[in-house]
C-alpha cells in the first residue's frame, strides 16, 4: 500500500513539475498548459485546478521575493545614509566625509524594484 501511494505521489509531482516547466520556464499561456496536461489524460477539471495551484505558488514567490527586495533595498539605502550622516558630522569642524552614494542608490533601486514587483 505504501509503495503504490508512494508511486502516485510520484506521479502527481511529474505532472506538476511538467506544468510548471511549460507555465514558467517556457511562458506557456493557461490554456495551452490546460491543453498539454488534457492530452496527457488529465480531465479538464483537475488540469485547470493544477494550472490554478502553481499559479497561486508562482505569485506567492514573486510577492515573497518582492518583499526581501524592499527590505534589503531600504538597509542598504539607510545604512549609507547613515554612513553619510556620520562621516559628514564626524567632518564638521573641518576634514574629510564620505558620500555613501552608492550604497543609497543601489538600495533605493532595489526598493523600487521590489514595489514595482507587488
Not at 493557461?30 to 505558488?57: C, F, Y
Not at 547613515?82 to 564626524?90: E, Q
Request: glycine share 10%.
Amino acid at each position: 500500500m505504501s509503495g503504490e501511494h508512494n508511486e502516485q505521489e510520484k506521479y502527481v509531482q511529474q505532472i506538476y513539475n511538467y506544468a510548471a516547466d511549460l507555465l514558467i520556464k517556457q511562458k506557456q499561456s493557461r490554456e495551452t498548459v490546460i491543453q498539454a496536461l488534457v492530452s496527457r489524460g488529465i480531465d479538464h477539471g483537475p488540469a485547470s485546478t493544477i494550472v490554478d495551484n502553481i499559479e497561486k505558488q508562482k505569485k506567492v514567490a514573486v510577492n515573497e521575493r518582492a518583499r526581501k527586495d524592499m527590505i534589503y533595498g531600504a538597509l542598504w539605502c539607510v545604512g549609507g545614509i547613515i554612513v553619510t550622516a556620520a562621516t559628514y558630522s564626524a567632518a564638521s569642524g573641518g576634514g574629510r566625509y564620505v558620500i555613501a552614494w552608492g550604497a543609497i542608490v543601489f538600495g533605493a533601486i532595489q526598493f523600487f524594484k521590489g514595489v514595482a514587483k507587488l
